[in-house]
Each structure stands twice: as C-alpha cells, then as structure tokens.
C-alpha cells in the first residue's frame, strides 16, 4: 500500500456508505465524540504503527483507545480534523486507500497464529490471500461492514464462542490438513457444514461469499439471516465445490484448550506474553510503553486479541520479568488473578446514549467487591446489545438505571444472557450474590 498522506481531495468528507459501524473512513458520532476503528490485519500492529496511534489519539481526539473485541483498535473522542486524523493512519500503514476495501476487513485469527505450539498449521499465508480477497474484489465490498469470517487453527489460544457468518477450523484427515467450516455460528459450537482440503480454503472463501450476494436481499446483510429462509443444506449445495461431508467430518468437534490469554504464553520458541488494559481502554503511554517493550524485548510487533488485550511474541524467557515489571508499571494488566482482569465493560453512558449506567466506572467499583467465588468472567452492559462483548459471559449486569443493575447466569438452554438471577441491584448487591457459590446461585 503506498504510504503517501491523502490529498484534500482524496480525503474522505463524507460517510462511504450507509452504516452505523465506525471504520477506518467512517467516523461515527458518538456522546463523546467521533469514533474510528482501525482494522487490523489478523491483529498484527507494529510497534511504529502503534505509535502513531497513540500519536494521532493525542493531536485528533481525546487521547481514549479502546481494544476491541474482534482484534481491532479504535481512538474515541474525535473532534473537527477527520481529514487530518485519517491521513495520518493511512500513512502509518494502517488501512487501505479505498474506503470500500477498509469496510469488509472482518477476519479474525488467534493472537498466536503462527506462533502456537497447538496449531496444526501457520494460518497466515491463507488469512494473507482472504484478506486481499476481500480488499480487491469491488463485488465483495457490498458486504455489511460487520459481515466476519474466522480462520481458526488449532492454536490454544483461541476465541472460539464469538459467531461469525462463515468460520473455518483446521482439522487433520488421514494425515492431511484440511479445514471444516461452518455459517452463521462459531468453531465451539458447530454444526460442521464439510471440509475441503487446505489449498482449497480460498476457493472455498470466494464461493461463499459470491453464493451469499447471489441470494441475499438488501435487509439478509448477515449470514444468519439468510440461512432463515435458505437452508444451510442448500446453500451449501450451491457451492460449486467438491464438498466433503462423510461422518468423520460431520462429525469433528472442535475442542478448546482453556488456555489463559494473560501472562506468560508458550510458543515453540521463546515466550509470548499477555497483557490486558483495564476494561480495554489504552492511554497513548500505555500503546507506546507496550510498543517500546515489543521493540526493545520482543519481535516489534503487537497482536491485538478478542479478549481486548495485547500479546507480545517472541520475548526470551530471561526478558518475561523485565517485559512484565515494565508494562505493570504504565497500568497494564499482567496476571488472570487481578480483579479487573476478570472484568469487561461497554463503554457507558458518558460515551453512548443508549446507555443506562456508567458501567465503565461502575465496573471498578465491583472490581474491588468480587472474592475468589465469582465466576471468572463478568461483563457489565449499558443496554441490552452488549456491544464489549461478541458471546454471552458466564456473568452479566444488564444496566437498569444509574448505579442498579439486574443479574443474568450464562445458561445453554436459555436464550439471550442466560438465567435472570437478581433484579434492580446495587453493586454491593451484585457483588455479594456473585461471591456465593455457583449452586446458590442457581438455586
């Protein structure tokens, strides 16, 4: 991608297209301000890159960036220099010259793809061939901005509860790798549609996506909602692909590995570390002291990760104190067992007006009231879409009023958040019930 600034006329002035979902090019308003997402590649952020994040967070907005739970990066709080602010990430690198091809970057990998000693194979090469599929083919980009594909691995480290329209996992078959896919769901939960061999995964990417835009009406923007007047059977069967769906496809299960997603990682080589910003929010110092260390310990990179946090790659083991000593000190997040590391928040009501409550601040308070009997997870939402969070938390406060919220137990046989365990409560309130056991709970 060339890496000269856009010219006044080149830069973009107005909304590419219809969308409430903040891009590269579109800077949604917001209570507090305009917001822009930055669409990382499979995650990857370089530590130059990263700087002129922080850099840009400063001079255009109010200098809040938020992890994202699809890998992704977006600076909040923008002010008048739309311009400006976009000219100085696509000169960093940080997106495509075309704001359709910006649009349908939607590919997730694990923080750890080709890094993982779990993985089956080194996802990059094909997430490498997806993505210029998806940026250079003008028919691809009448796709949602929020339509997603995953590209799954194997690797340990791995979301595998967020859906996505078109999923595929590695699997191996008679000793060869090959990659099972599903629609409208995610790798946990299936149903496994078929598999075909590895080379074919592109093959397999662009079919889906043209069979797609053949059949969908302008209000089908989502592969769910297709598939509930198109049977998967069927549409699959339109293809145009050897499909394979003998039992022992039909049948693979994708297992996780529970793996933790803070602090040290192992990789076949050296370690990898994770690091979390409390509740996903990164002050320019934090970017840039990671983005020092990932120069000076590790391979200059960052990888943005699901679990809205960052991993480093490729620190030596002599390093990970050094690496952990220095990113703790600047308000980063090192270790599973700190209370704000096992909770999540949307960004509230003093920067969404759907909002009900201010559960970024509120999320601190319950920090402080959680003890070790609460569930490892527990997101707090303004309102009823849960934006922070792309699946269902073992623990949910739905916000009801300023400072009141009800409780809600993850439940496969309910729907939505799962079980309402408690009405209208405070947080001290909240904090006590989610401090009993899990079978008072469920009581």
Known sequence: MPDTPLTQAEAPTVIPRPSACPGLWRIVSARDGGICRIKLPGGLLLADQADAVAAAAERFAGGVIEATN??????????????????????????PREAAGDDVRNLMLSPLAGHDPLMLLDARPLAGQILELLEGTPRFHQLSAKFAVQLD??????????????WLSAVRLEQQPWLAFGLAGCPSGGPVLGAVPLEQGLALVRAVLERFLELATPAQSRMRQLLEVC???????GLGLDIRRDPAVLAWRREPHHASWLGQLPQPHGLALGVAPPQGRLTPAMLRGAAQVARELGDGSLRLSPWQSLVLTNLQA???????????????????????????????????????????????????????????????????????VAHVAPATLLARSPGRYDLYLRDARQPGFGALRGTDLTLNEAGAMLDLPTEHLND
Request: one cysteine or more; aromatic letters at 0%; hydrophobic letters at 40%.
């Open 70 to 95: 699809r890998g992704n990066l977006q600076i909040r709080g923008i002010g008048s220099e739309h311009r400006a602010l976009v000219d100085t990430l696509l000169a960093a690198g940080l997106g």
């Open 231 to 237: 049977s998967a059977t069927d549409f699959v069967a």
């Open 318 to 388: 002599q390093h990970i104190d050094q690496a952990q000593a220095g990113l703790s000190a600047i308000g980063l997040l090192c270790h599973a067992h700190e209370p704000l590391a096992r909770i999540s928040a949307c960004t509230g009501s003093s920067g969404c007006a759907k909002a009900l409550g201010e559960t970024k601040a509120d999320a601190v308070t319950l920090a402080a009231l959680l003890g070790p009997g609460a569930p490892a997870s527990v997101h707090l939402t303004g309102c009823p879409r849960s934006c922070a």
């Open 153 to 166: 691995a194997g690797e340990g480290l791995a979301m595998l509860e967020h859906p996505h329209d078109l």
